[in-house]
C-alpha cells in the first residue's frame, strides 16, 4: 500500500498537472509600419499564463499584448505558454516596414 502512493505521488509530480499547452499567436496588422501599434492575439490552447518577447526590449504577460515598433527591421517575438510545470513556445520573424 505505502509503495502504490509513492509511486502514484511520484508520477504526480514528474507528469505535472494538466495538458501540456500549446503556444500560438496572430497579429496585426500582418505588414506593419515601423511607429504603428500592433496588436498580438493569443490563441494558444491549455493554457493558464502567458510570457512575450516582443523583440524590441519589451516582455509582458498579458494575454493579448499591444506594442509598437519605432524602427523599420526585423524582430523575433516569443510567446511561452505555460500549464503548471509543462510550458510550450512559438517564436516568429516578423518584418516591420519604413
Known amino acids: 500500500m505505502k509503495k502504490s ?7 504526480v509530480i514528474l507528469c505535472g498537472c494538466g495538458k501540456k499547452p500549446t503556444a500560438n499567436f496572430t ?12 496588436q498580438f492575439t493569443n490563441t494558444s490552447t491549455d493554457a493558464k499564463k ?3 518577447n516582443l523583440g524590441n526590449m519589451k516582455i509582458s504577460s498579458e494575454k ?11 524582430y523575433i517575438i516569443d510567446l511561452t505558454a505555460h500549464n503548471g ?5 512559438k517564436t516568429v520573424t ?3 516596414i519604413p
Open 85 to 89: 510545470v509543462k510550458s510550450s513556445t
Open 5 to 11: 502512493v509513492i509511486r502514484i505521488f511520484v508520477c
Open 27 to 38: 497579429w496585426s496588422p500582418q505588414n506593419p509600419k515601423a511607429g504603428q501599434e500592433m
Open 94 to 96: 516578423i518584418t516591420v
Open 64 to 74: 493579448d499584448p499591444k506594442n509598437t515598433y519605432d524602427n523599420a527591421g526585423e
Open 50 to 52: 502567458y510570457d512575450w
